[in-house]
C-alpha cells in the first residue's frame, strides 16, 4: 500500500524564535569581529610574527628563491605548515599588493564556515542553538578576528566529521564515494593548517583503517586516501625538504622524555593548569562551557554510541594529545599551557558542539513514552 504522507505539522513559535535569536547572535557576532578587526588589522601577535609573516616571504620572494629565509628566523615557528600563509600570499598576488582586507576576510570566511558547517549538518531548532551555542563562546569569538591558524584548523576538522559523521552532503546513495574523497581532504587540509591538524588527521585514517577491517571493504579507505593524496604529497615535501624540526622535538630524546612522562609532579601540573583554563574558557559569559558539553558528549557517546561515539572519542584523543605535548615539553608547563590552551580548545569547539547535538538528534525515545504500535 501507498504510504501516507504524514500531515503537517502546525508551526509553533519557537520554530521561528529559535532561528531569529541565532541570527541576532550571528549580527553581534559579525559586528564584534568587524570591530576587532578594524582595531588590530595586522591580528594578534602569532598572526603578524608567524602566519602573515610567512605569507609577506611567499608573496616577496615569490619569483625567486627568497621566500626560503624565513626558515632561518626561529622564534617564528618555521616548521608549521602553510595553508594559510599561502592562501594569504595567493589573495595578495590576485590583489597585486599586500592588504590587511586579504587576511581578514579569509579569518572571517573560516570562522563563518565553521558556524555554518555545524548548522547545515544537523536540522530543525537544533541547527540553530547549536551555531548560536559556538557563537555564545567568547574565546572563540575571539580568534576568529586574530588571523591565526586555529580557526582554519577547527573549520576543517568540523568539516571532516560532518562529512565523515553526519549527513551534510545529503547524498542519497549511501555507497557513494564522494563523502570518503572529501572527508580525506579536509582531514589532509587540516594537517596542511597546523601540526596539531597531523595528528587528526593520523586519527581520521586510523579510524578509516579500523572501519575498511571490520566491513572487509576498503573502498572507501582507497578514496579517503584519493582525496587526501595531493595535500598530503605537500606536507610530505614541505616537511622532509624544507622545514626544520620543531621546538618540541628538537634536542629531545627517548630517554628524556620517559623521564618527563614519568614524572607526576609534571602531570599534576598539567591536569590542574588545563581543568583551570577550561572552567575559565569563554568566561564570563559561558564559565566551563567547555567542560560541560565534554560531558555532555560522554553522556551522548555512551547512550548512542555509532557516530556520536566516534566523534567523542577522537575528540578525546585529540585533548589526550595535547595533555602529552605539555607533560613532556621542553619548556615551561605553565607558561607553555597559559600561552596556547585556549586556543588549542578552540580547535575543537565547533566539532564538540556538533558532537553533542548529533547525539540529542540520535537519543533513543524514552521508555514508556513510546507510540502505540
Known amino acids: 500500500p501507498k504510504a501516507q504522507s504524514p500531515a503537517p505539522k502546525a508551526e509553533s513559535p519557537v520554530d521561528w524564535i529559535v532561528p531569529a535569536v541565532f541570527g541576532v547572535a550571528a549580527m553581534i557576532a559579525l559586528a564584534a569581529w568587524v570591530t576587532s578587526s578594524l582595531a588590530a588589522p595586522h591580528?594578534?601577535?602569532?598572526?603578524?610574527?608567524?602566519?602573515?609573516?610567512h605569507a609577506r616571504f611567499l608573496f616577496r620572494g615569490s619569483e625567486s628563491d627568497a621566500w626560503h629565509a624565513f626558515f632561518a628566523i626561529n622564534w617564528s615557528q618555521p616548521d608549521y605548515p602553510l595553508l594559510l600563509p599561502a592562501s594569504v600570499a595567493r589573495v595578495w598576488a590576485y590583489a597585486g599588493h599586500e592588504s590587511t582586507l586579504?587576511?581578514?576576510?579569509?579569518?572571517?570566511?573560516?570562522?563563518?564556515?565553521?558556524?555554518?558547517?555545524?548548522?547545515?549538518?544537523?536540522?530543525?531548532?537544533?541547527?540553530?542553538?547549536?551555531?548560536?551555542?559556538?557563537?555564545?563562546?567568547?574565546?572563540?569569538?575571539?580568534?576568529?578576528?586574530?588571523?591565526?591558524?586555529?580557526?582554519?584548523?577547527?573549520?576543517?576538522?568540523?568539516?571532516?566529521?560532518?562529512?565523515?559523521?553526519?549527513?551534510?552532503?545529503?547524498?542519497?546513495?549511501?555507497?557513494?564515494r564522494i563523502p570518503a574523497v572529501v572527508a580525506g581532504a579536509t582531514s589532509a587540509m587540516a594537517a596542511w593548517t597546523k601540526n596539531e591538524g597531523l595528528v587528526f588527521a593520523l586519527l581520521m585514517l586510523l579510524v578509516a583503517v579500523i572501519v575498511a577491517v571490520r566491513r572487509r571493504d576498503g573502498r572507501q579507505l582507497l578514496w579517503s586516501i584519493a582525496g587526501a593524496a595531493p595535500v598530503l604529497i605537500a606536507i610530505v615535501w614541505f616537511k622532509l625538504s624544507?622545514?626544520?624540526?620543531?621546538?618540541?622535538?628538537?634536542?629531545q630524546s627517548l630517554d628524556l622524555l620517559t623521564t618527563r612522562f614519568m614524572d607526576l609532579?609534571?602531570?599534576?601540573?598539567?591536569?590542574?593548569?588545563?581543568?583551570?583554563?577550561?572552567?575559565?574558557?569563554?568566561?564570563?559569559?559561558?564559565?566551563?562551557?567547555?567542560?560541560?558539553?565534554?560531558?555532555?558528549?560522554?553522556?551522548?557517546?555512551?547512550?548512542?554510541?555509532?557516530?556520536?561515539?566516534?566523534?567523542t572519542a577522537l575528540l578525546g584523543l585529540m585533548l589526550a594529545s595535547y595533555y602529552l605535548v605539555y607533560v613532556t615539553t621542553p619548556f615551561d608547563i605553565s607558561w607553555h599551557l597559559s600561552t596556547s590552551v585556549d586556543r588549542l580548545l578552540v580547535q575543537l569547539w565547533p566539532a564538540l558542539v556538533l558532537t553533542v547535538f548529533m547525539g540529542l538528534r540520535l537519543q533513543p525515545p524514552v521508555s514508556g513514552l513510546q507510540s502505540p504500535k
Not at 567568547?138 to 573549520?155: E, G, H, K, Y
Not at 624544507?242 to 634536542?251: C, Y
Not at 601540573?269 to 567542560?291: G, K, N, Y
Open 102 to 176: 586579504g587576511p581578514t576576510l579569509i579569518a572571517m570566511v573560516f570562522g563563518i564556515a565553521s558556524v555554518a558547517l555545524v548548522i547545515t549538518a544537523l536540522d530543525g531548532r537544533r541547527a540553530w542553538i547549536a551555531g548560536a551555542l559556538i557563537l555564545v563562546a567568547s574565546t572563540f569569538l575571539i580568534q576568529v578576528p586574530s588571523q591565526c591558524a586555529d580557526v582554519p584548523l577547527a573549520c576543517f576538522i568540523v568539516a571532516t566529521l560532518a562529512v565523515a559523521c553526519g549527513d551534510v552532503l545529503r547524498i542519497p546513495d549511501p555507497g557513494s
Open 265 to 311: 609532579h609534571r602531570h599534576g601540573t598539567v591536569a590542574v593548569l588545563m581543568i583551570q583554563h577550561m572552567i575559565r574558557w569563554s568566561a564570563p559569559l559561558a564559565v566551563a562551557i567547555f567542560p560541560l558539553l565534554g560531558v555532555a558528549a560522554i553522556w551522548m557517546a555512551i547512550r548512542s554510541g555509532g557516530a556520536v561515539r566516534l566523534m
Open 43 to 53: 591580528g594578534d601577535w602569532d598572526a603578524w610574527a608567524i602566519w602573515n609573516q
Open 242 to 251: 624544507l622545514a626544520p624540526s620543531s621546538g618540541l622535538v628538537e634536542g
